[in-house]
């Protein structure tokens, strides 16, 4: 069996094997970074060249197993796609984090707390006994007070304290 395997495979240029893999690669991307189908329609091209030029220089049998090949590879990378659910997965989660995030710190602002961390452009900050991740355009010490001046669906911002 693997010596008949490897047969398949010893006719096959390196023509085929690159437009193959490249093929497959750009069909892969398509279902965890979605392009609008311009990678889907560029791989399936691909691959449709690499499945002719197979034929063309291999017998019958071995494009058909090259095309079973490809079919349960392709299948394989659909099935992890829905298992994680990668498409909008990104997208969604982050919208539905951003509008969580202003529900529950909106009633932070004004509120006085502590730099645990020197806060250079990101830091970390107690408030109310609560540690946060925020954000400032300007330096602050670790140790300073500080206050909430906004919360937007992406970012805690706050300044140094009077």
């Known amino acids: 069996m693997g010596e008949s395997f490897a047969a398949l495979f010893d006719s096959a240029n390196i023509l085929v094997i690159c437009l193959w893999t490249t093929g497959f690669i750009l069909f892969s991307i398509e279902f965890f970074q979605?392009?609008?189908?311009?990678?889907?329609?560029?791989?399936?091209?691909?691959?449709?060249?690499?499945?002719?030029?197979r034929m063309l220089y291999g017998s019958a049998g071995e494009a058909f197993v090259f095309v079973l090949i490809t079919a349960?590879?392709?299948?394989?990378?659909?099935?992890?796609?829905?298992?994680?659910?990668?498409?909008?997965?990104?997208?969604?989660?982050?919208?539905?984090?951003?509008?969580?995030?202003?529900?529950?710190y909106g009633s932070l602002i004004n509120s006085i707390g502590v730099a645990n961390t020197p806060i250079d452009l990101?830091?970390?900050?107690?408030?109310?006994?609560?540690?946060?991740v925020v954000y400032s355009?300007?330096?602050?010490?670790?140790?300073?007070?500080?206050?909430?001046?906004?919360?937007?669906?992406?970012?805690?911002?706050?300044?140094?304290?009077?």
């Open 122 to 132: 990101t830091g970390n900050v107690s408030v109310n006994d609560v540690n946060l």
């Open 34 to 53: 979605p392009m609008h189908g311009v990678a889907y329609a560029l791989g399936v091209s691909v691959l449709g060249a690499a499945f002719i030029t």
């Open 137 to 162: 355009e300007k330096p602050i010490a670790s140790g300073e007070r500080v206050r909430i001046v906004r919360v937007t669906p992406d970012k805690i911002i706050v300044e140094k304290a009077d």
């Open 72 to 104: 349960v590879l392709m299948l394989a990378v659909h099935m992890v796609s829905l298992a994680t659910q990668k498409r909008d997965w990104l997208r969604v989660a982050r919208i539905e984090r951003a509008g969580e995030r202003s529900k529950r």
